[in-house]
């Protein structure tokens, strides 16, 4: 995608420099645009763990390249696949709940045993990373191509009015290496000529909507309207939300979504008033060993200052403000969620099939059991 007329990824290799990896720095945006250096995996570790980078795609192709500097730092040990192996495990340690991360890492560790020597396991890391990434981009223009006929079929219904889609969080293309999930089929819709209008959760408590993928569709040029999250339930009963399509960050095979926290009422809302909710992911998010989501999938608990404080432009200055009783106790759960009952459909590289066991297999039957 663009940014200022220039095509940016999430994460890449810089040419100029065999030792580092660049990301966005997603704690600035909206109100800097700013390239971070990654040098170390422990660089790598924090950006993940400090939201420079968040989304399951994103996540797991930054934790790829981690990978790639994990494999130089492994260099300096005398049990190479001993240190690469340690090196992978504090990097899956830094956000429980995408599986992404840990499948992108063990992803580059099995394709490392393929090389004899240190320098060849180095250039093998490098290399997958970087295949992560390309897939990751390629499965989510896939995943707008296939949500595109849904939008169109949808569309001919309105005679020409502008259709409505509400999002939650950000499953743009930030949160990937390029298109986003949820934002795929919207993006694929804008540019067929689709008068489509989006409905932007701001997306509490780090504003995700509201800065990331308000920033995404600017940039783009489709048309948004941000919303306090607890506006969705409103507009579905009045007639102002055609579709709800979200992100996930883990899926089981049974079709049970974890997203970000709020998603499972807007899931509601959309079930209350008829109104189809789609779910993208790529494959990659698929979890192939959990069955019960609500049970099974582990849920991040983040501090809570991320609750306690916001962050905003004051005077040309980036301010944080608290804003709750200081004295009062805080909780942060970041992800809930949504039993497959409650899910419309999965948008997938592969196709659109049923939130089940059975729908999931019939795309993927070689993955689930």
């Known amino acids: 995608m663009k940014v200022n007329g220039k095509d940016y990824r999430t994460v890449w290799f810089p040419e100029d420099d065999t030792r580092a990896v660049a990301i966005i720095d ?26 420079a980078v968040r989304g399951a795609g994103c996540i797991g192709a930054t934790a790829a390249h981690g990978m790639y500097l994990a494999a130089l730092e492994a260099c300096e040990s005398r049990d190479y696949h001993a240190a690469l192996v340690r090196l992978g495990e504090k ?14 890492v063990d992803r580059v560790v099995k394709a490392t045993r393929n090389g004899r020597m240190p320098t060849e396991k180095v250039s093998i890391a490098r290399a997958e990373a970087a295949t992560i990434a390309d897939e990751d981009a390629a499965w989510c223009r896939r995943i707008g191509e296939h949500g595109l006929p849904l939008i169109e079929a949808i569309s001919r219904k309105k005679n020409g009015a502008p259709f409505n889609i509400l999002t939650h969080c950000n499953a743009g293309w930030l949160a990937f290496t390029d298109w986003g999930s949820a934002t795929a089929p919207i993006y694929a819709a804008h540019r067929a000529g689709i008068p489509v209008h989006v409905w932007v959760d701001e997306t509490r408590p780090r504003n995700q909507g509201a800065r990331l993928t308000a920033w995404e569709l600017a940039n783009e040029g489709v048309p948004h309207t941000v919303i306090v999250d607890n506006a969705g339930g409103h507009l579905m009963q009045h007639g102002m939300v055609d579709l709800v399509i979200t992100g996930t960050d883990r899926t089981t095979y049974t079709g049970d979504v974890a997203n970000k926290i709020g998603t499972y009422l807007k ?6 008033n008829g109104i189809p909710f789609y779910v993208a992911l790529p494959s990659s998010t698929f979890d192939w060993e959990i069955r019960d989501g609500v049970r099974e999938i582990p849920i991040e608990e983040r501090g809570g200052e991320e609750v306690r404080v916001v962050e905003g432009l004051a005077e040309a200055e980036v301010r944080a403000v608290d804003i709750a009783n200081p004295g009062s106790p805080v909780a942060n759960y970041a992800f809930d969620v949504t039993p497959a009952r409650l899910v419309t459909g999965l948008i997938t590289e592969r196709g659109i099939c049923a939130a089940s066991e059975e729908g999931i297999a019939v795309l993927f039957p070689r993955e689930t059991r």
């Open 267 to 272: 899931a509601l809302a959309a079930k209350d």
């Open 26 to 51: 997603q704690r600035k945006l909206p109100f800097a645009f700013d390239i971070l250096l990654l040098r170390s995996v422990d660089d790598a570790c924090a950006a993940i763990q400090d939201m």
């Open 91 to 104: 990097l899956k340690a830094t956000r429980p709940t995408a599986v992404n991360l840990q499948w992108a």
